[in-house]
């Protein structure tokens, strides 16, 4: 039995370049891309207030989706954490939740430390955690997303773009800087 709540909805994977990073992915044949640059984000990273800024890009494959994280700066976070350890690749699973306070609730019952969170101005609460004695081939990080109405359309707008891609116009650039 696990403290997760469905399957998992995403993979994450942090970068150093986001568009060499990109050109690989589309490379593969996934697209399009959503891609958000210069987004300020403020957390909480092993329980001290962070302010950093990333890019993001966002596309599917099927009925999941990957991330693609690149850190705009040099400010610790869990980004800067994992790159040091382990330079750029994947780096989390991300499930998503209905009920947001429920599932930290049995991630904290399960013992589950809790290392990046936040996102509460951004309308959508997240929280990684680190489950104590995963195997070495399994990320040490999960990802756990309040799954809302905005989240909720933005998931299936990402998935049906990538679903009826013809290979045309393979990043898109959304919002922020």
Request: net charge negative; with cysteine.
């Amino acid at each position: 039995m696990t403290v997760l709540p469905g399957p998992i909805r995403q993979i994450g994977y942090v970068v150093t370049d986001l568009d060499r990073a990109l050109a690989s992915w589309i490379e593969l044949g996934v697209g399009p891309w959503l891609v958000m640059r210069g987004l300020p984000m403020r957390a909480l990273y092993r329980g001290e207030p962070c302010e950093t800024t990333l890019s993001l890009a966002l596309s599917n494959s099927g009925e999941l989706q990957l991330e693609l994280i690149q850190q705009e700066d040099d400010t610790p976070s869990i980004f800067t954490e994992f790159l040091a350890a382990n330079g750029p690749g994947y780096h989390q699973l991300a499930y998503w939740t209905e009920d947001f306070d429920a599932t930290m609730k049995a991630v904290e019952d399960a013992g589950w430390p809790v290392i990046w969170s936040g996102g509460e101005g951004f309308g959508v609460r997240f929280a990684y955690v680190e489950p104590p004695n995963s195997p070495a081939y399994i990320s040490q990080i999960v990802e756990i997303s309040e799954l809302t109405d905005a989240t909720v359309a933005s998931a299936t707008f990402i998935r049906d773009a990538a679903a009826g891609w013809d290979g045309s116009d393979p990043i898109r650039e959304l919002g922020g800087q």
